[in-house]
């Protein structure tokens, strides 16, 4: 083999070298980004349709510039009591754009057996609670709804199941989930309250 010719071999090798690499490098790249999009969406609500108690359709993106508490409740729990605290940092923390939603579930010892109307009654009448409330959901298995599909397996509060009601879960200003707190935390407790206070001063 001539020299001419095994330097035009090995050119035309150092160009597919060179082409293979960058091709890639770009290829790593774009699966770099999908992954950080895929994380940010995952991480937020904004994308999510719930349904109210009047069958209205909401869009949490409708929610950007508040701070959220979203709450599963039961009419029939140990923990119902809890409604008092939270109405009491619904009504403390409102103006400054904080908002409560709650979702009814039946899903832990058949605790909301309820109609939508039955559990608005009974919310109004017996904790006077002001904060808006939704349509009954699940929040375990096959049927668990998208809303707590995404808080229960993100990057932020991590994969695991709701294990009982009145968990609940912080939103900041932009839908983006912050924190996961258990059933066991008061609404009024300084663990939960600061976290709020931090938020609303953002």
């Known amino acids: 083999m001539t020299a001419g010719r095994s330097l ?6 150092s160009c597919f070298s060179i082409l293979f690499l960058s091709f890639t490098v770009l290829k790593n790249n774009e699966f770099n980004l999908e992954t950080k999009s895929g994380d940010a969406v995952k991480d ?30 039961a009419s029939k729990c140990g923990f119902t009591p809890q ?21 009814p579930c039946n899903d832990f010892g058949k605790q909301e057996p309820g109609t939508n109307q039955e559990i608005q009654n009974f919310c109004t009448t017996k904790y006077n609670v002001k904060f808006k409330l939704f349509d009954k959901i699940k929040v375990l298995g096959e049927d668990k709804c ?3 599909a995404r808080l229960t397996d993100n990057s932020v509060t991590g994969k695991s199941d709701i294990s009982w009601n009145f968990e609940k879960f912080l939103i900041d200003r932009k839908g983006k989930i912050t924190a996961r707190y258990k059933s066991s935390v008061k609404p009024e407790s300084k663990e939960l309250t600061s976290a709020i206070e931090k938020l609303l001063d953002e």
Do not use: Q
């Open 8 to 13: 035009l071999y090995f050119f035309a090798a």
């Open 44 to 73: 937020n609500i904004n994308d999510i349709i719930v349904t109210d108690m009047n069958g209205k359709k909401i869009h949490l993106s409708d929610y950007n510039g508040k701070v959220l508490l979203i709450v599963n409740v």
């Open 83 to 103: 409604y008092t605290g939270l109405e009491n940092i619904y009504e403390k923390y409102k103006d400054r754009g904080f908002e409560i939603l709650g979702f």
């Open 146 to 148: 998208p809303l707590y």
